[in-house]
Nanobody, 111 residues
Framework: QVQLVESGGGLVQAGGSLRLSCAAS???????MGWYRQAPGKQRELVAT???????NYADPVKGRFTISRENAKNTIYLQMNSLKPEDTAVYYC??????WGQGTQVTVSS
């Protein structure tokens, strides 16, 4: 059974930084992983993805501010979020292989 456990969310002031982590267990290979987010009243949207080979893709609103990375040996991905803005406030979800999702971690950015 695949399990994704996120950590690192919290409350931060605008301009601050947070680092999210997602540890995967029960997986059967190295697949594309990534982060999505969902703000209140909005649909879930892509934040960033990273392939098994390390190729990355970012949504336009986070380009230049967020960095996704992975440690395949630990089945873990990270999301370094810098220069946070109030509009980054959302529940952030970890994704594995586009089929599995974590429970989400809240990120709140105050103005």
């Amino acid at each position: 059974q695949v399990q994704l456990v996120e950590s690192g969310g919290g409350l931060v002031q605008a301009g601050g930084s947070l680092r999210l982590s997602c540890a995967a267990s029960g997986i059967f290979g190295i697949a594309t992983m990534g982060w999505y987010r969902q703000a209140p009243g909005k649909q879930r949207e892509l934040v960033a993805t990273i392939t098994r080979g390390g190729s990355t893709n970012y949504a336009d609103p986070v380009k230049g501010r967020f960095t996704i990375s992975r440690e395949n040996a630990k089945n873990t991905i990270y999301l370094q979020m810098n220069s946070l803005k109030p509009e980054d406030t959302a529940v952030y979800y970890c994704m594995y292989g586009y089929d599995y999702w974590g429970q989400g971690t809240q990120v709140t950015v105050s103005s």
